[in-house]
């Protein structure tokens, strides 16, 4: 069974900092697409970052560019994703997700999110 678990959601005042990561179990992290998403009340789920398996190529909403960072270490498993300058309108539910590397790159995974594998999700709130 493959599980990812995320953390690191909190309520944060604009302009503020957070850094929220997702381990994954039972697959072989190395062999995965790994990406962020988000999804706020009465919006759909959107690509925040993805991944590609080696960490060399990274992919961002343009909302988000500038102001958040995605990064993977293969050895330790964790993905993590580095929020700063935070805004209200980023308030949502931030989940993991992950496809291996044989169906999908990191850029089609950020545009069409679906399939794979996803965490339950962690809330950060930002307040004005």
């Known amino acids: 069974t493959q599980v990812l678990v995320e953390s690191g959601g909190a309520v944060v005042q604009a302009g503020e900092s957070l850094s929220l990561s997702c381990t994954a179990s039972?697959?072989?992290?190395?062999?995965?697409?790994m990406g962020w998403f988000r999804q706020a009340p009465g919006k759909e789920r959107e690509g925040v970052s993805c991944?590609?398996?080696?960490?060399?190529?990274?992919v961002y909403a343009d909302s988000v560019k500038g102001r958040f960072t995605i990064s993977r270490h293969n050895a330790k498993n964790p993905l993590n994703l580095q929020l700063n300058s935070l805004q209200p309108e980023d308030t949502a539910v931030y989940y993991c997700?992950?496809?291996?590397?044989?169906?999908?790159?990191?850029?089609?995974?950020?545009?069409?999110?679906?399939?794979?594998?996803w965490g339950q999700g962690t809330q950060v709130t930002v307040s004005s």
């Open positions: 997700a992950a496809r291996h590397t044989a169906v999908i790159t990191s850029d089609e995974f950020c545009i069409t999110p679906g399939g794979g594998d």
């Open positions: 991944i590609n398996w080696s960490g060399t190529h990274t």
């Open positions: 039972g697959l072989s992290f190395d062999e995965y697409v």
